[in-house]
């Protein structure tokens, strides 16, 4: 299957700074982006969807200003948690597909601790 | 998007069969059946998915109810490498295919034991 990637895997930060994650697809092109949040023992809630070169729609209750999500490229999106708190400490997955697929691939995860 | 329902958690022998439900009784005509599992600390993978035919591939086999309400994800021997939460998705294909999202419930976790 294909591949994605997610940098860094694991970040700590403090209370108040930002943090930067990227999504990569390695071998195909990405039309389309999903940004996923887990909290330890709960399923994977959606946070958002990205188009290629198009503005994300964010599903209700995730603030779009605190979650800042960037879709330049076909193989490249990023997720900017803007001035973090610890309540954000978890588990952020990405997804990536391709209208020739049928599947998601999903990315490896980042695990966020804010302190 | 509908909803589907499955066991919490489930535990198997490791080299027997698995047989994972799930009930989806008010899916719709266009609704395909997806299963992604998930191993501990990390990302989902897809499985198996079907709209109204039984299916097969290299991990597991997807057995679909003729009225479409329910299905059952068979893996075939069991390994320890398969513990892991696994997830019954509707989504509607018909149009945009993968690039519709997902939207995951509690899935079922399966134990094996050695």
């Known amino acids: 299957g294909a591949v994605v990637s997610q940098h860094p895997s694991r970040v700590i930060c403090k209370s108040g700074t930002s943090v930067k994650i990227e999504c990569r697809s390695l071998d195909f092109q990405a039309t389309t982006m999903f940004w996923y949040r887990q909290f330890p023992k709960q399923s994977l809630m959606l946070m958002a969807t990205s188009n290629e070169g198009s503005k994300a729609t964010y599903e209700q209750g995730v603030e779009k200003d605190k979650f800042l999500i960037n879709h330049a490229s076909l193989t490249l999106s990023t997720l900017t948690v803007t001035s973090a708190h610890p309540e954000d400490s978890s588990f952020y997955i990405c997804?990536?597909?391709?209208?020739?697929?049928?599947?998601?691939?999903f990315g490896p995860g980042t695990r966020l601790t804010v302190t | 998007d509908a909803k589907t329902t499955q066991p919490n958690s489930m535990e198997s022998n490791e080299e027997e069969p698995v047989h994972l439900p799930c009930n989806h009784s008010?899916?719709?005509?266009?609704?395909?059946i997806h299963w992604y599992r998930q191993l501990p600390s990390q990302g989902p993978e897809y499985v198996i998915h079907?709209?109204?035919s039984n299916v097969n591939n290299r991990m597991a086999s997807l057995a679909i109810a003729e009225d479409r309400k329910s299905s059952t994800l068979i893996l075939h021997r069991a390994t320890l490498r398969d513990a892991a939460v696994y997830y019954c998705i509707l989504r509607d294909d018909y149009k945009g295919g993968a690039t519709n999202k997902l939207i995951f419930g509690t899935g079922t976790l399966l134990a094996v034991q050695p």
């Open positions: 997804s990536a597909s391709g209208t020739t697929t049928y599947e998601q691939y």
């Open positions: 008010t899916i719709s005509g266009t609704d395909y």
């Open positions: 079907g709209l109204t």
